[in-house]
């Protein structure tokens, strides 16, 4: 019997491990493909518009994505804290699933930014769904060590997203789409396998829907002004101001019922945590930095250095394998001197890599771009890291699901609000840079007026249609109105490691924590 007894107890330990590794599996390739969707389509847009028309919409067809991943990030948080983290990843990964079949069967530009929202309110789920579940199945040590695993899947994707997007457009771009079908029913098959979640986990009943109502309005009108007050071609001007009241009110409805309800969505106590507090101010400052370098870097080396669109994709390919080594040596650090101060080596780092960005010359050579966006991923990952671990070990298994949403949510919301305000920043200075040249420059004054937008400088067509002068001039006032975009950034930056700065002591990761 003893015998029998060691040999189950080592085949149960067998199955155990087995499922562990294949729930890592199944983790990573989703979160592989959300990161690789983002890639991809970013280089295909081009391609789809052109095919499928109305260019005067193509702002929907990013806004409708973000808007819809960005709102459902906390309803999947707390639904996942109610119903436990297994239907809710697999609810996930079917939504992301059914809008890309549905994106590819697109015959006009007005399906395909619809299709292109429900593939959002997929992707909403994936990322804090993975994350928690991460939390969930590993103690700290071993996330702290498994982390440069899904760093590589973001690496992985950012690499590979311009290449497999360009090499796919020249067959179809729907292919872009259809890919995902497969891969993702094999990652639902892995979760289904090896995703054993405690009974715990399901207290029917307790969802706040006038929450996630009145969330979902309030973010979804807050969002789709920043998309107005970016300039927006299609979207009337006027509507600005009824879209800020409907935000206000909405928002305001949504802090009114978080505070009566027994359950809330997205409980308001938890700010009153001082780590919960800085975590999500953290994370709001770095949603604005990331989407900020990923928006504002290609366009400096397609626009001020007359790169072409994989060139300037590649650029931030640095930046992923920096976030790699950061995450990885993130798990290092947390056992030797702790949370916060790897957090503030992750936001001093992230701090240098952008000055040097706000100070990049004009004609700057590439091996310095690659070193600030490397300093710049070395930083990210061991910041981010951090403090998500921190995060998830601060609550119970019950509290994870939302607070992991939270900070995803803090960061998507950063990132939304930050590139458009940066983007009103840049069109103006630029507005005001072209508005000079065409008054020293009269012989090329309409050839400068026709420049009044970022965009028109990456047409190479265009460009090579320019006065080898006239193109330097150009390219010169859009570097300095890049460098208005850097300096914003900067200022985050800093902010964001001066919040770094209170986060509490807290003891290093034990190595010797089972």
């Known amino acids: 019997m003893g015998e029998l007894a060691v040999e189950a107890k080592a085949e149960g330990q067998a199955r155990s491990v087995s499922g ?99 593939q959002g309110i997929g992707a909403g789920g994936v990322l804090p769904m993975t994350m928690t579940i991460i939390g969930d199945s590993f103690d700290a040590q071993t996330r702290a060590r498994i982390s440069g695993l899904f760093s590589t899947a973001w690496s992985g994707a950012a690499l590979l997203g311009p290449l497999v997007g360009g090499t796919l457009v020249l067959i179809s771009w729907r292919l872009i789409f259809y890919v995902n079908v497969p891969l993702l029913l094999l990652a639902a098959w892995l979760v289904w396998r090896g995703l054993r979640e405690p009974k715990l986990a399901r207290r029917q009943g307790q969802v706040d829907y006038a929450g996630a109502a009145t969330l979902t309005i309030g973010v979804s009108a807050l969002l789709l002004l920043t998309v107005i007050a970016g300039g927006a071609k299609g979207i009337p001007g006027w509507l600005a101001w009824p879209t800020a009241v409907v935000s206000i009110v909405f928002l305001a409805m949504f802090i009114t019922v978080e505070r009566r309800s027994a359950a809330p969505l997205l409980p308001l106590g938890l700010f009153r945590r001082r780590l919960l507090l800085i975590a999500a101010l953290m994370s709001f400052a770095f949603g604005i930095i990331l989407f900020a370098c990923d928006t504002y870097i290609p366009l400096y080396v397609q626009g001020v250095r007359s790169g072409d669109a994989l060139l300037a994709g590649l650029a931030l390919t640095p930046i992923s394998l920096g976030w790699l080594v950061g995450a990885t040596l993130c798990g290092r650090l947390l056992m030797r001197i702790g949370y916060r101060d790897t957090l503030l080596y992750g936001a001093g780092l992230i701090v240098m890599g952008v000055l040097l960005l706000a100070g990049m010359p004009m004609a ?17 990952g061991m910041a981010t890291t951090a403090l998500l671990i921190a995060v998830q070990d601060s609550v119970e298994y019950d509290g994870r699901g939302v607070t992991t949403a939270l900070t995803q949510f803090a960061s998507n919301m950063g990132g939304a609000l930050g590139v458009a305000l940066l983007g009103v920043a840049l069109n103006t200075t630029l507005s005001q840079q072209t508005t000079r040249l065409a008054s020293v420059e009269a012989q090329y004054a309409r050839q400068i007026a026709s420049f009044n937008s970022a965009n028109d400088l990456l047409d190479p067509a265009r460009r090579i249609a320019l006065n080898a002068d006239l193109l330097g001039a150009l390219q010169g006032a859009l570097g300095h109105a890049l460098q208005v975009v850097y300096i914003g950034v900067l200022l985050v930056a800093a902010a964001h490691l001066c919040v770094a700065l209170f986060f509490p002591t807290l003891k290093p990761i034990s190595k010797s924590e089972p």
């Not at 991943?69 to 697999?90: E, F, N, Q």
């Not at 700057?364 to 990210?380: P, Q």
Request: charged residues 5%; contains cysteine.
């Open 20 to 118: 562990r590794l294949g729930l890592v599996a199944a983790l990573m390739l989703v979160t592989f493909l959300a990161a690789l969707d983002i890639a991809v389509v970013t280089t295909a847009m081009p391609t789809i518009i052109g095919q499928l028309g109305g260019f005067e919409l193509y702002a929907w067809a990013v806004s409708a994505y973000l808007l819809t991943s960005t709102v459902s990030v906390p309803i999947y948080g707390r639904l996942a804290d109610v119903y436990g983290r297994k239907p809710l990843l697999l609810i996930a990964i079917g939504v992301f699933l059914f809008g890309s079949m549905l994106c590819g069967l697109a015959g006009n530009m007005g399906l395909f930014i619809f299709f292109r929202a429900v």
């Open 364 to 380: 700057s050579v590439w091996w310095y771009v690659v070193a600030l966006t490397l300093i710049l991923g070395l930083g990210m």
